[in-house]
């Protein structure tokens, strides 16, 4: 499962339990439901279990429920024959059709409108649908995986979701969490995207400094990850040193009560300060060993004192990418 492995930077209970559950359900047709807010990878986990499934040498077709018009919906799922309506001048097919033998990924499927829902519950009983303007009806062999961003029990309360297209979408459920509820993964995260983004830009290898660190580590993220990797590509262009300084912190970090009350910074518990003083050095100390080392991690491990395959987890841990010279 290493496709799956790879695809994801963190080591926090929540993370692990993600990936243990994609790598058992993967090899499998079974429908799965995945919630959790905006940014928190639904997308991510949909392609690693798609790619680590036995449909991946099919297509994967991911589809936005929320971005395209009610109106659009049924064409768009469904697809149409030449002349079903003005403009219509040759055959389409639809996303289901394109997914065939393969994956279709239904985004924010919470925003799908009652009369299509209907027609997806079709399909998920009997694989079966009918193009805009046909008599006939058609086949699909697809897998399907869903995602929302509010629980769709909610919806079911409200009369603005199925109960019987959520018992057939709910055969295997996972809620990703937010990462304000997975503190150890920030630095990690945060090290892996700004590498990332070093390369990017074309900038020379930076740190962050300890208190960019702590501010990072306090902060509450309500764009989840998406809006972490954001914030550290926008320090990154903007930074003009080797080291990223809390200046360049965008304002809703520097002004969060999470990281602030009446002007005044407080620790978290003393479980959480001596985790970050270990992970500051451990992240220090390991970029310092491999540059002497010139990043030959063979070299680096033995100077270190820790066995090679210990030395690469570490490093992957922290998201540290070595670069020879």
């Not at 003005?86 to 990924?105: C, L, M, P, V, Y």
């Not at 519950?121 to 193009?131: C, T, Y």
Request: glycine share 6%.
């Amino acid at each position: 499962m290493t496709q799956v492995l790879d695809t994801f930077i963190g080591h926090s209970s929540q993370i692990l339990d993600v990936l243990d559950s994609i790598s058992q359900i993967a090899d499998t047709d079974a429908t799965v439901l995945l919630e959790g807010e905006t940014g928190t990878g639904k997308e991510m986990v949909a392609r690693a279990i798609h790619k680590n499934s036995k449909r991946s040498q099919h297509p994967l077709v991911c589809v936005n429920c929320g971005a395209i018009p009610n109106d659009l919906l049924e064409s768009e799922f469904f697809g149409y024959e030449k002349g079903a309506f003005t403009g219509a001048s040759r055959d389409h097919k639809g996303k289901f059709e394109q997914a065939n033998q393969g994956t279709i990924f239904l985004d924010e499927i919470d925003d799908m409108s009652y009369n299509l829902q209907v027609k997806l519950l079709r399909i998920l009983q009997w694989g079966e649908f009918s193009p805009l303007g046909s008599e006939c009806s058609k086949n699909c062999n697809v897998r399907i995986v869903a995602a929302s961003k509010q629980p769709l029990q909610k919806l079911i309360a409200t009369g603005k979701f199925r109960d019987d297209l959520y018992y057939r979408l709910n055969l295997i459920r996972l809620q990703l969490p937010p990462l304000r509820e997975r503190k150890n993964d920030i630095l990690p995260l945060a090290n892996y995207f700004l590498a990332a983004a070093c390369r990017e830009f074309h900038k020379p290898a930076l740190t962050l400094s300890a208190a960019v660190e702590a501010a990072l580590q306090d902060y509450h993220y309500p764009g989840n990850v998406r809006e972490l990797e954001n914030i550290i590509r926008r320090m990154v262009i903007f930074c003009n040193g080797t080291e990223i300084q809390k200046s360049l912190l965008p304002p809703e970090i520097n002004l969060s009560p999470y990281n602030h009350t009446n002007g005044i910074e407080y620790p978290g518990s003393f479980h959480i300060e001596k985790q970050k003083v270990i992970e500051n050095f451990e992240i220090r100390y390991l970029k310092q060993v491999l540059a002497e080392c010139h990043g030959i991690i063979r070299q680096a491990a033995t100077r270190a004192g820790i066995q090679e395959k210990n030395f690469h987890l570490k490093l992957k841990k922290y998201g540290i990418r070595p670069e020879r010279s």
